[in-house]
């Protein structure tokens, strides 16, 4: 049987945390020309990343999130326009179960297992007397965080059930 060090994450904990959170967006002003109306629409792509995530307590993270939008502002009659924005904003959870010797603590590092989203705009008003436009950003997210500490363990190669040792049979022509 032969031994192999190996590198490997252990896992002190995973959990879900959901995060809803409104963004306002307000004052935004067309190109020149161009007039807003109750008409106006709003349509594009966003795109939500997680910047960092970092323990900053015992079984507390700290993470950050990234939200990028691509938009394109259009109104009957008139010359679309793009609106293109990032924003963060940073949440801190608590691991529930979060069961970890001391002397581990020092070691801990957070990692984001899985992650899903969306963005959806509500609450669109036009102000048609300034020519503005303001809305809302409604960003809805699950993400799955691991507390982990890296550590080396020794691992066998070549053994059961997924190796076998048998006798070869060596047959001689007579």
């Known amino acids: 049987m032969r031994l192999e ?9 995973d959990e879900y945390f959901y995060e809803s959170e409104i ?27 997680v ?22 502002v259009e109104t009957p009659g008139e010359d679309s326009f793009p609106l293109e924005y990032t924003f ?22 957070c990692e984001v297992f899985r992650f899903v989203g969306t963005v959806t705009i ?10 503005t436009l303001s809305f809302n950003n409604t960003v809805s997210l699950q993400t799955k965080l691991k507390a ?7 691992v066998a190669l070549g053994t059961l059930p997924n190796v076998f040792t048998f006798p070869v049979t060596v047959v001689t022509a007579d």
């Open 51 to 72: 910047a960092s995530c970092t323990f900053i307590g015992l079984g507390l993270v700290q993470v950050e999130y990234i939200v990028q939008e691509e938009l394109t």
């Open 88 to 109: 963060r904003f940073t949440r801190e959870y608590q691991f529930q179960k979060f069961f970890v010797p001391g002397d581990v603590l020092g070691f801990l590092y």
């Open 5 to 13: 060090k190996v590198k490997i994450p252990r896992v002190w904990a």
């Open 148 to 154: 982990l500490e890296d550590i080396q363990e020794f």
């Open 23 to 49: 963004i306002p967006v307000t004052g935004i002003v067309p190109p020149l020309g161009v007039t807003l109306t109750p008409d106006t629409i709003i349509t594009g792509d966003a795109t939500v990343a």
């Open 122 to 131: 509500t609450d669109i008003v036009v102000n048609e007397v300034a020519n």
